[in-house]
């Protein structure tokens, strides 16, 4: 069973920084595709960022400029860097681990909240 634990979430005033990690369990976190998802109160959650095998990134267009997503193979780990945040920020954000084949079925985080007072 591949476990994703996340952490670095907490609350932050706008304008601020946070940084958050996500470590995969297992030995194969090189090849999965990496990505950070958000979903805020009444809302469905949404692709914030992610980073393929080879390092390729993409990022919503709310957070472009702003965050920066990254992955150290080494640690089994994938960050998001997250500077300027506005209180719309503000939701649990969720890892995600995918293999890339087209049926393959995702592993989650267990989610870190983020909240940014305005």
């Known amino acids: 069973q591949v476990q994703l634990v996340e952490s670095g979430g907490g609350l932050v005033q706008a304008g601020g920084s946070l940084r958050l990690s996500c470590t995969v369990s297992?030995?194969?976190?090189?090849?999965?595709?990496m990505g950070w998802y958000r979903q805020a109160p009444g809302k469905q959650r949404e692709l914030v960022a992610h980073v393929t095998s080879g390092g390729s990134t993409n990022y919503a267009d709310s957070v472009k400029g702003r965050f920066t997503i990254s992955r150290d193979n080494a640690k089994n780990t994938v960050y998001l860097q997250m500077n300027s945040l506005k209180p719309e920020d503000t939701a649990v954000y969720y890892c995600?681990?995918?293999?890339?084949?087209?049926?393959?079925?995702?592993?989650w985080g267990q989610g870190t909240q983020v909240t940014v007072s305005s």
């Open positions: 297992g030995n194969i976190f090189s090849i999965y595709v």
């Open positions: 995600n681990a995918k293999l890339p084949a087209v049926l393959a079925v995702p592993y």
